[in-house]
C-alpha cells in the first residue's frame, strides 16, 4: 500500500507564473489536506477537502490559492502568480473516514517551491 | 484560538541519554494530540497518536503521555542514538485541521 505522493517534489517558478501542486492520498482514504511549511515557521493548515467538497478553507489565503479534490485523480493546490513570498514547503496528508476520535493523518513528502 | 508550544527548541545530547520533550497546548479542547517526526528536507512521520481519553501512548523507545486537563504532553526517548536525531512536532486536532508546535530539533552525538 503506496504512502501519500506528492509531486512534483520540487519546483522552481518566476514570479507571475502558475503553481500546480498534486497529492496522491493513500488507498481508502478519502480525506486530504494541505499544509505549508515557511521557512523557519512550523506547518500551518491550508485546507482540507474530501472527494468532489472543499470542507474547510480556513487556512487558506483569500487571492491566488485554490485546492480541488475531483471524483476521479489526484488533489491539486493551485497557485497563481505567483510571488516570493510563496516558496515553502507544501505538505499533502490524507486520512480514512473520521471517528469521533479523529484519525491518523498520514502526511506525503511534500513539494518544494522555490520562485525565482 | 489554539495555540501549541514545544520546549526546548533546540537539544543536543550524547547518545545513551534518555529525553523529555515537552509540548503545551491553550485549548484542552481536543480530539487527539500526534507526535511527528520530520527529517530536513523529508516529510513527516506519524509517531504516536493520543486519543483525549487515553493518558499515553508507547511504540519502543518512544513513550508518549497526555495531560488534557493542564494543557501538557511530554514525548519520552529511552536510550538515545544518534538515528534519533531530527525534528519532533507534536499537534492537537480538534476539528479537521492539525495545529503544529514548531517543533524541538534534536541532536545525538556518538
Known amino acids: 500500500n503506496a504512502g501519500v505522493m506528492q509531486n512534483p517534489r520540487h519546483l522552481v517558478r518566476r514570479r507571475g507564473q502558475e503553481a500546480r501542486l498534486r497529492c496522491s492520498p493513500m488507498?481508502?482514504?478519502?480525506?486530504v489536506y494541505w499544509y505549508r511549511q515557511l521557512p523557519e515557521e512550523g506547518l500551518k493548515f491550508m485546507v482540507y477537502?474530501?472527494?468532489?467538497?472543499?470542507?474547510?478553507e480556513s487556512g487558506m489565503p483569500k487571492e491566488r490559492f485554490s485546492a480541488e479534490f475531483p471524483k476521479e485523480g489526484p488533489s491539486i493546490l493551485r497557485i497563481q502568480q505567483v510571488v516570493r513570498g510563496d516558496s515553502a514547503a507544501y505538505f499533502c496528508?490524507?486520512?480514512?473516514?473520521?471517528?469521533?476520535?479523529?484519525?491518523?493523518?498520514?502526511f506525503g513528502p511534500g513539494t518544494r517551491l522555490l520562485v525565482l | 484560538k489554539q495555540e501549541v508550544t514545544q520546549i526546548p527548541a533546540a537539544l543536543s545530547v550524547p547518545e545513551g541519554e534518555n529525553l523529555v520533550l515537552n509540548c503545551s497546548f491553550t485549548?484542552?479542547?481536543?480530539?487527539?494530540l500526534q507526535w511527528f517526526r520530520q527529517d530536513p528536507g523529508k516529510g513527516l512521520t506519524s509517531l504516536l497518536l493520543?486519543?483525549?481519553?487515553?493518558r499515553e501512548q508507547t511504540s519502543g523507545r518512544l513513550n508518549a503521555s497526555l495531560d488534557k486537563s493542564s494543557g501538557r504532553s511530554t514525548l519520552y526517548i529511552a536510550a538515545s542514538q544518534p538515528g534519533d536525531s531530527a525534528t519532533y512536532l507534536c499537534?492537537?486536532?480538534?476539528?479537521?485541521?492539525?495545529?503544529f508546535g514548531t517543533g524541538t530539533r534534536l541532536q545525538v552525538f556518538p
Open positions: 488507498k481508502g482514504h478519502s480525506h
Open positions: 493520543i486519543q483525549s481519553s487515553q
Open positions: 485549548d484542552s479542547a481536543i480530539y487527539n
Open positions: 499537534a492537537v486536532s480538534r476539528s479537521d485541521k492539525l495545529i
Open positions: 496528508a490524507s486520512s480514512p473516514p473520521r471517528t469521533s476520535g479523529g484519525e491518523t493523518q498520514y
Open positions: 477537502l474530501q472527494k468532489e467538497n472543499i470542507i474547510d
